[in-house]
């Protein structure tokens, strides 16, 4: 400490005790003031704010892989893989259809990923982006090309892109299908779409 600044503490006295609290009362109400409202202090922890970078492997139409990480997209959920769906009165597979829509907006992209979370079984939960954190956010992207459908229980982040392809008739859309929640905990009616 500065030589002035400790002889200075050092001769510093309160008036009386009871201004002594009062002034520490202050000091504290205002340094919790300021904690609270400090957008990092309830950050999430480290392991909720990880970022994963890479080019991504697909495994299905909401799922990566991103070096050892899987990583799905929080707030969306696309048909699995064997989902088959309806259209022109014919079945076809829109769970395949999704993977590829995956790739092709994908492509060979760098992916910048922010944890959000993490899913019953461990896998990494995230918000993807390509082009850097501003960049093309993929988790809205698939579901307004069709191809997943908004989580509402996670927010209604991806409510509009939604709409969007319901209203273009685009992915799955274009026909009639499960919901792929639906369909996995009932498989046997996702080959039974009527």
Known sequence: MHRQAV??????????????QAQLSLHTLVLAVLLLSSPDVFAQSPQVARIFEGKARIVDGDTLEIGVHRVDLFGVDAPESDQRCKRDGRQWRCGMEATYAMAALIETHWLTCRQRGSDTVGNVVAVCR?????GI????????????LALRSFGDDYVDAEQDAKDAKV??????????????????????VD
Do not use: H, M, Y
């Not at 006295?13 to 009871?18: H, I, K, M, Q, V």
């Not at 390509?130 to 501003?134: A, D, E, S």
């Not at 859309?173 to 996995?184: I, L």
């Open 7 to 20: 002889s200075g503490f050092r001769n510093f006295r309160f008036a009386s005790p009871l201004r002594w």
């Open 137 to 148: 956010s993929v988790n809205e992207e698939i579901v307004r090309r069709g191809w997943a």
């Open 130 to 134: 390509i082009g850097g954190p501003k």
């Open 171 to 192: 992915g799955l859309w274009s026909g009639t299908f499960v919901v792929p929640w639906e369909w996995r905990r009932t498989q046997d009616v996702g080959n039974k």
